[in-house]
């Protein structure tokens, strides 16, 4: 058996080596004559999967540590009987995470979340979390999500026109369908930004492709769009030069980057592989995943409101500025700093050590995000 993986899968090596002989190579560079032998190929999003890749191959499986799917042409490898999978939530958390310490430099700033409207365009593992994330530190909601309303009914669900006419941050978690009737690409066009209340803020960290580069130049131009905070680009990871001066806020594609939602991405695709070749690791997972230096956090909670005490918190497990500034200073690595990303644990791995201010409704926001504490409160 001979098994082909994208080089940038944590956990991945030595996994299927008693089993297959496996090859590892740059996501990008992944070639016909690599995979012509192969019984199964396990990406991330830089493969394209398409039948110039596959056609004269022996995959019988494609796996990708990764809840988008752009890079699959699923129609033809469904064509060519050749089995498909991604990893559906594994980095919900880590986007959750991400747009937590957006909100959390807001908020710092005097944003007060009881008055504030949120946007979430594309409620399914992600959006859900940020739907939770959101009403836990007080914001107003909005949600919309054609396909779900469509199965669950329109009670709490809102047209894109209204979400974007009353909300004061929009943020984006669709996948990219490039057609059909919930299709993605330019989301945020000319046409639907005429609805956007008039400087919302706007978060996309879907897909560079669901908010129009052109449309977020005008908007920031004409001031309907006050700030602007993107992690995913058109054309990434050549990413337009203007539109990233004017963010607020720029990053490599890295919101699902934290160690635990890529050690969920290659539990997924081991398993999945694992179950198609007759390999006996269906139940495996990584032995255990780097802890922080420093798990434990001290809160000053003096006379803080909740949203207040739980912004210190988010920024001392993320701080997003951080990416920000090496993205500002590099922009042409791009990939590089992708590449050699730091390692980020979400909340449930850091620990509180709480002041003797802390009150019974900040542990409960905390908590709600998943910190843990010393002594349980
Ligand atoms: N920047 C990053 O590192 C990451 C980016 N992503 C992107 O975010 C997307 C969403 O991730 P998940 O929530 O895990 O996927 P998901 O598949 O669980 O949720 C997607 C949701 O979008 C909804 N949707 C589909 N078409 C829509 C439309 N036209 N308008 C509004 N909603 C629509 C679906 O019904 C579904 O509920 C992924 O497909 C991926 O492209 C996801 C994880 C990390
Ligand atoms: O899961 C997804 O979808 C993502 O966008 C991933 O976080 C992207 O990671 P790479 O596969 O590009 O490393």
Redesign the pocket.
């Given at each position: 058996m001979k098994i082909i993986a994208d080089d940038k899968i944590p956990f991945l090596k030595g996994v299927f080596e008693p089993y297959a002989t496996v090859e590892y190579y740059t996501g990008k560079d992944i070639q016909p004559e690599h995979v012509k032998n192969a019984n199964a190929l396990i990406v991330r999003t830089r493969t394209k999967c398409n039948e110039q890749l596959l056609k004269d191959s022996s995959v019988k499986i494609v796996a990708t540590a990764t809840?988008?799917t752009?890079h699959f042409d699923i129609p033809w490898l469904e064509k060519a009987g050749i089995d498909w999978c991604n990893s559906?939530?594994c980095?919900?958390g880590?986007?959750r995470q991400y747009i937590a310490s957006v909100f959390a430099h807001r908020i710092k700033e005097g944003l007060k979340p009881e008055s504030t409207t949120l946007g979430i365009?594309?409620?399914?593992?992600?959006?859900s979390k940020i739907e939770a994330l959101a009403r836990n530190l007080g914001f107003n909601v909005l949600l919309?999500?054609?396909?779900?309303e469509r199965n669950e009914g329109s009670d709490k669900f809102c047209s894109l026109e209204s979400l974007l006419n009353k909300s004061d941050i929009v943020t984006f978690?669709?996948?990219?369908?490039m057609e059909g009737p919930?299709?993605?690409f330019d989301?945020l066009n000319n046409d639907s930004i005429k609805f956007l209340k008039k400087g919302a803020i706007i978060i996309n960290?879907?897909?560079g492709e669901v908010t129009s580069s052109n449309t977020l130049l005008s908007g920031l131009d004409s001031g309907d769009i006050s700030r602007l905070v993107l992690?995913?680009w058109e054309n990434e990871p050549h990413i337009h030069p203007e539109l990233h001066k004017r963010t607020w806020i720029a990053t490599p594609?890295?919101?699902?980057?934290s160690m635990d939602g890529k050690a969920n991405g290659t539990t997924m695709a081991v398993q999945k592989v694992a179950s198609k070749l007759g390999f006996p690791l269906t139940e495996w997972a990584p032995e255990s995943i780097p802890s922080p230096a420093n798990r434990y956090i001290c809160l000053d909670a003096h006379d803080k409101h909740p949203s207040l005490v739980a912004a210190d918190a988010i920024l001392s497990t993320y701080d997003i500025k951080d990416d920000d500034l090496e993205l500002r200073n590099h922009p042409e690595e791009f990939e590089k700093i992708r590449g050699s990303y730091p390692i980020r644990r979400e909340f449930e791995a850091w620990i509180i050590h709480p002041d003797s201010y802390l009150n019974q409704e900040s542990v409960k926001t905390l908590k709600n995000l998943g910190f843990q504490f010393v002594i349980d409160r």
């Open positions: 809840i988008g752009d559906p939530g980095n919900s880590s986007v365009v594309g409620v399914g593992m992600v959006g919309n999500d054609p396909p779900r978690h669709t996948p990219l369908n919930d299709a993605t989301l960290s879907s897909r992690d995913v594609h890295i919101a699902g980057y």
